[in-house]
């Protein structure tokens, strides 16, 4: 009911207003039946936008952090995500990063829109990193269509670390429906899940325009002053 509440009432009229949202592409999201919404990730704000202009709920998961803050601003922040249905992750990996994709998993097979990041971080700089396999897993095994998402301008709007967005107009593009099917069978086959990653990672390149870097982006040093 949260959700509801905050898209249609309490903040998403508010948000269209100021940020104008100019999309491309919002066709090639299917009505019904399972989706897998995977995107880049160039800011906080990219698990606003993208739900504020579909009109199907979608569950996004999100750093495990995002739920454990102190104080009035951490609470805030869980509210805020509890409310939109996030899920939280931990990402350290091994069974607490697997219990969050069934999750997701649920939301698949229950019909429903499942927004993923395969990156696994937001961009450290804006580039295009490597894939996490965890979106080929999910949508091989719920056999989901995957909608590329790009976001084109979200880290001027709102930089990483930045707490207050810049008032300018978002832009999103969608892609056309990626379909797996012909992998049917083959979940937990590493090297097919790792060709359906970087298929996907290919077509959010194309979408985006982003330079695209071979490379894990956590595993992206900070380069010395």
Not at 7 to 16: D, E, H, M, N, Q
Not at 109 to 124: C, D, F, L, N, W
């Amino acid at each position: 009911m949260l959700y509801w509440l905050l898209k249609y009432v309490l903040l998403g009229p508010l948000l269209k207003l100021i940020f104008r949202p100019q999309v491309e592409g919002l066709h090639h999201v299917p009505a019904t039946g399972p989706v897998i919404l995977a995107s880049n990730h160039l800011s906080f704000s990219d698990s606003i936008f993208t739900p504020l202009i579909i009109s199907r709920k979608v569950t996004f998961v999100a750093k495990a952090e995002y739920f454990t803050g102190k104080g009035i601003k951490g609470w805030l922040t869980k509210m805020f995500f509890v409310g939109t249905g996030t899920i939280p992750v931990d990402r350290s990996g091994g069974q607490a990063a697997r219990a969050a994709l069934d999750t997701q998993l649920r939301v698949l097979r229950a019909g429903g829109v499942a927004g993923i990041y395969p990156e696994g971080t937001r961009s450290p700089d804006g580039r295009l990193y490597r894939g996490k396999t965890g979106v080929a897993r999910l949508a091989l095994e719920s056999g989901a269509v995957v909608v590329p998402v790009a976001m084109l301008n979200a880290d001027e709007i709102q930089p990483p670390g930045t707490l207050i967005p810049r008032i300018d107009r978002v832009r999103i593009r969608f892609g056309a429906p990626l379909d797996f099917s012909r992998y049917e069978g083959l979940a937990g086959d590493r090297f097919v899940e790792r060709a359906v990653t970087d298929e996907i990672m290919y077509e959010l390149m194309e979408l985006s325009g982003r330079e695209y870097v071979d490379i894990y982006a956590q595993k992206l040093k900070p380069v010395p002053a």
